[in-house]
Nanobody, 113 residues
């Protein structure tokens, strides 16, 4: 079955960086686009970034453009989210997703001094 396992979250000061990873299994990873979403307390889940199956096409939420980078390694069945210049408003649980149907358990990112 499809499994998505996120890791790499934590507590970081404003201006800091984190790299999230999502290890995928149970499907042919290289054939599918992947996405990162986030959900802050009291807010709806929102799309943060997406990447095509080959990694050549990416898209980002406006508020993270220039700060976050999504990339993937199809040899390792893993998608990443490099987050730089983090702001308190980036605090949320981050999820990876595929095929609009499958989700990981999420990883908490907290940006605070």
């Amino acid at each position: 079955q499809v499994q998505l396992v996120e890791s790499g979250g934590g507590l970081v000061q404003p201006g800091g960086s984190l790299r999230l990873s999502c290890a995928a299994s149970g499907f042919t990873f290289k054939n599918y686009a992947m996405s990162w979403y986030r959900q802050a307390p009291g807010k709806e889940r929102e799309l943060v970034a997406g990447i095509s199956s080959t990694g050549t096409i990416t898209n980002y939420k406006d508020s993270v453009k220039g700060r976050f980078i999504i990339f993937r390694d199809n040899r390792k069945n893993t998608v990443y989210l490099q987050m730089n210049s983090l702001k308190p408003e980036d605090t949320a649980v981050y999820y990876c997703s595929t095929q609009a149907s499958f989700w990981g358990q999420g990883t908490q990112v907290t940006v605070s001094s």
